[in-house]
């Protein structure tokens, strides 16, 4: 149907601007990225939107990008299952460039990434440190929120609930406040 072709067309789209900004070409991956985004009702919108809002926002004063384009090999690496590589990326990000505006977002791939390796204590870790480094980060919430169910799966339901209340208390207007809400509830109810 045209719907379904109109879909693969905004994929295959939105997979055109993510090549470009693996290679660091980042004035093409905008330009896909804004065309695709133009099409709202697009299963790639909000993903094309969000890739052109990061290379806007992390741009560097120079025409050099450094760290821009460091962070945008790790997606590649990540997407290839290259973990360790990408990992490095980050450290190199992280090193090179602390103040970066990307560090936060920096930090909480490396959380997925060690997510992706299934290296629980290490996510968990990198989760609950990001919103003290980056209090206002808007990776913080959607941090802690990963940090209170990482302590839930591995069976630390108080410490999850001080992960959330902590969420609810430095974060209230957040969008995964509500989640954070019903979790509390559910973890009170098995409780006791």
Do not use: C, M
């Not at 977002?105 to 992706?116: D, I, K, M």
């Not at 989760?127 to 940090?147: E, G, N, Q, T, V």
Request: proline content about 4%.
């Amino acid at each position: 149907s045209e719907a379904q072709e109109s879909d693969l067309a905004d994929r295959a789209k939105y997979e055109l601007a993510l090549l470009h900004f693996y290679e660091g070409e980042f004035d093409a991956a905008t330009a896909r990225a804004k065309a695709t985004s133009q099409n709202t009702a697009a299963d790639v919108a909000n993903d094309a939107i969000e890739l052109k809002t990061l290379i806007q926002e992390n741009r560097g004063p120079d025409s050099l990008d450094v760290a821009l384009q460091t962070f945008a090999q790790s997606r590649l690496y990540k997407r290839q299952r290259r973990r360790r590589t990408a990992l490095a990326q980050l450290d190199t990000l992280l090193q090179n460039h602390p103040r970066h505006p990307l560090a936060d977002n920096a930090r909480f791939q490396q959380g997925t990434v060690h997510l992706a390796r299934r290296d629980t204590a290490a996510a968990l870790e990198t989760f609950r440190a990001l919103p003290k480094r980056h209090p206002r980060s808007p990776y913080a919430d959607r941090s802690l929120f990963r940090a209170g169910t990482l302590l839930e799966a591995s069976g630390r339901p108080a410490a999850a609930a001080e992960v959330y209340n902590r969420l609810l208390t430095e974060y209230p207007k957040s969008l995964l406040a509500g989640d954070a809400r019903g979790r509390l509830r559910a973890l009170q109810q098995t409780q006791g």
